[in-house]
């Protein structure tokens, strides 16, 4: 049973426009929440993150917010850039003895020019 | 500026061989993770050591052993492959103090089919 969805698999946005990557979790007890881009023959890169504490985290184009009481989160980027395509994860703290992640299937994001 | 470090990147084996995945970081992390990725899936935990000596189970453990003899390695072995463990392998490391994103460091990932 997944704890951490993404129901897109794949999103195409055009250059310039707003792209919205959701992510959708189970457990109201997970405390934390990443996102990570990955693109191909690499390893996941560290994106942006937000606490449960907080409802909306910013950094430069890309903003996280989140909306505990739907369990929901989403990634917005904006404008889109070419470079951002990519596959986006959306990941939570795991718990246990050292915190591991887990991960959602992924959106790949493709952005049109 | 290593990092972590996996070996070998790309590897093919037939059915039954064995095999050791290398990870290793030069960060002195305490915590060290492998992952295993499948199209269509995200990241999935297979193994996790929490410090030198030490190694527990996460999602996906069947199949694989891991040993964790020194701090800056953590080893992945197949003893016996299969088809099914065709896959993309991610090792992570990280300190146990300040979780956040910053503070994993992922490996760029080792290419395994089993034929």
């Known amino acids: 049973d997944q704890q951490v969805k993404q129901n897109s698999p794949s999103l195409s946005v055009q250059e310039g426009r707003i792209s919205i990557l959701n992510c959708d979790y189970t457990?109201?007890?997970?405390?934390?929440f990443l996102w990570y881009k990955k693109y191909p023959a690499e390893g996941p890169t560290f994106l942006i993150s937000?606490?449960?504490?907080?409802d909306k985290n910013e950094d430069g184009r890309f903003t996280v917010f989140l909306n505990k009481s739907a369990k929901h989160l989403s990634l917005h980027i904006v404008p889109s850039q070419p470079g951002d395509s990519a596959v986006y994860f959306c990941a939570t703290r795991s718990g246990g003895g050292a915190d591991g992640l887990t991960f959602g299937k992924g959106t790949h994001l493709i952005i049109q020019p | 500026n290593a990092g972590v470090t996996q070996t070998p990147k790309f590897r093919v084996l037939k059915t039954g061989q064995s095999m050791t995945l290398l990870c290793a970081q030069d960060?002195?992390?305490?915590?060290m993770y492998w992952y295993r990725q499948d199209p269509g899936m995200g990241l999935r935990l297979i193994h996790y050591?929490?410090?030198?000596?030490?190694?527990a189970k996460g999602e996906v453990p069947d199949g694989y052993n891991v040993s964790r003899l020194k701090k800056q390695n953590f080893l992945l072995g197949l003893e016996s492959a299969a088809p099914s463990q065709t896959s993309v392998y991610f090792c992570a490391s990280r300190d146990p103090d300040g979780f956040s994103g910053n503070t994993i460091y992922f490996g760029e990932g080792s290419w395994l089919t089993v034929v």
């Open positions: 050591s929490v410090g030198e000596g030490t190694t």
């Open positions: 960060m002195n992390h305490e915590y």
């Open positions: 457990n109201s007890m997970f405390d934390y």
């Open positions: 937000i606490s449960s504490i907080k």
